[in-house]
T-cell receptor, first 117, second 118 residues
Framework: DTEVTQTPKHLVMGMTNKKSLKCEQH?????MYWYKQKAKKPPELMFV???????INESVPSRFSPECPNSSLLNLHLHALQPEDSALYLC??????FGRGEAPEAFFGQGTRLTVV | AQKITQTQPGMFVQEKEAVTLDCTYD???????LFWYKQPSSGEMIFLIY??????QNATEGRYSLNFQKARKSANLVISASQLGDSAMYFC???????????????FGAGTRLAVHP
């Protein structure tokens, strides 16, 4: 079972709608991520939060607005999206300190499949 | 700039046989980490195995092993005794600056779709 929970699993929204994606983890990880994955492509990093502060924004359009209200939660607010924004949105988390020889893997949720109509 | 290359868009293997998925990388950093993830059709990215650039031994995790050849900049995944449940997309990924701590900025390869035939 995944330890990163994303809701909803599927979302269909119109181009004028406002919706939010939610991600939650209880592993004590202090880094959280949003990735976008188009069909048959690898995930692409969108945002990174470290200690609840935005550390990386990979030049994502402002119609995507991330929020990290606490160390366990990560939201992605969506507004005025375009059909080309339809994709699988993956949330991930990882620890920020680790010893040599430890595997600092990122844990991923099952994703939200977003369709913009 | 770092780059991950997976040259096999698709592979197939007979059940119970071994298969090797190729991954080459490019980085100017001396400290980096290499990861393999499995993505079934459900969408979740499942971590399989990790190799640090300073690790002298090849990583192994159950049926998964990583054939790390640092001079050739390759990090191939070997799956032994393939099972039908191994059918999925497999991604190789890299992170630079492993020992500075902090967050994981992973760069993924294009992926290899593996089909296991009975």
């Amino acid at each position: 079972d995944t330890e990163v929970t994303q809701t909803p699993k599927h979302l269909v929204m119109g181009m004028t709608n406002k919706k939010s994606l939610k991600c939650e983890q209880h592993m004590g990880h202090r880094a959280m991520y949003w990735y976008k994955q188009k069909a048959k492509k690898p995930p692409e990093l969108m945002f990174v939060y470290s200690y609840e502060k935005l550390s990386i924004n990979e030049s994502v359009p402002s119609r995507f607005s991330p929020e990290c209200p606490n160390s366990s939660l990560l939201n992605l607010h969506l507004h005025a999206l375009q059909p080309e924004d339809s994709a699988l949105y993956l949330c991930a988390s990882s620890q920020v300190s680790f010893g040599r020889g430890e595997a600092p893997e990122a844990f991923f949720g099952q994703g939200t499949r977003l369709t913009v109509v | 700039a770092q780059k991950i290359t997976q040259t096999q868009p698709g592979m197939f293997v007979q059940e119970k046989e071994a298969v090797t998925l190729d991954c080459t990388y490019d980085t100017s950093d001396q400290s980096y980490g290499l990861f393999w993830y499995k993505q079934p059709s459900s969408g979740e990215m499942i971590f399989l195995i990790y190799q640090g650039s300073y690790d002298e031994q090849n990583a192994t995790e159950g049926r998964y092993s990583l054939n790390f050849q640092k001079a050739r900049k390759s990090a191939n995944l070997v799956i032994s005794a393939s099972q039908l449940g191994d059918s999925a997309m497999y991604f190789c990924a890299m992170r630079e600056g492993m020992f500075s701590g902090g967050y994981n900025k992973l760069i993924f390869g294009a992926g290899t779709r593996l089909a296991v035939h009975p």
